[in-house]
Nanobody
């Protein structure tokens, strides 16, 4: 049984930084592409970033390019999302997800396993 547990969320002021972590257990982490998604109140869940098996491939939504960075530590079964220059519009529940292909894709339908989410709140 594959489980994903996010951590690192919190409340920060605009311009601040947070680092989210997602620990994966119960599967072969190095054979999952990993993605981060977010859902703000009243809005649909949206893609944020994704990374391939080895970390050599990554993909970002346009609004976070240059501010967010996804990385992974296969030896620790963990994927990270470093978020810098945070804006109030980044406020959302952030979810990590695992995809058994090596695609680093944006579509939620490709992801097989999901975490419970961690809240990020950015105040102006």
């Amino acid at each position: 049984q594959v489980q994903l547990v996010e951590s690192g969320g919190g409340s920060v002021q605009a311009g601040g930084s947070l680092r989210l972590s997602c620990l994966v257990s119960g599967g072969t982490f190095s054979r999952y592409s990993m993605g981060w998604f977010r859902q703000a109140p009243g809005k649909e869940r949206e893609f944020v970033a994704a990374i391939g098996w080895s970390g050599g491939t990554s993909n970002y939504r346009d609004s976070v390019k240059g501010r967010f960075s996804i990385s992974r530590a296969n030896a620790k079964n963990t994927v990270y999302l470093q978020m810098n220059s945070l804006k109030p519009e980044d406020t959302a529940v952030y979810y990590c997800a695992a995809d058994r292909s090596n695609g680093a894709v944006q579509g939620m339908a490709f992801y097989d396993y999901w975490g419970q989410g961690t809240q990020v709140t950015v105040s102006s």
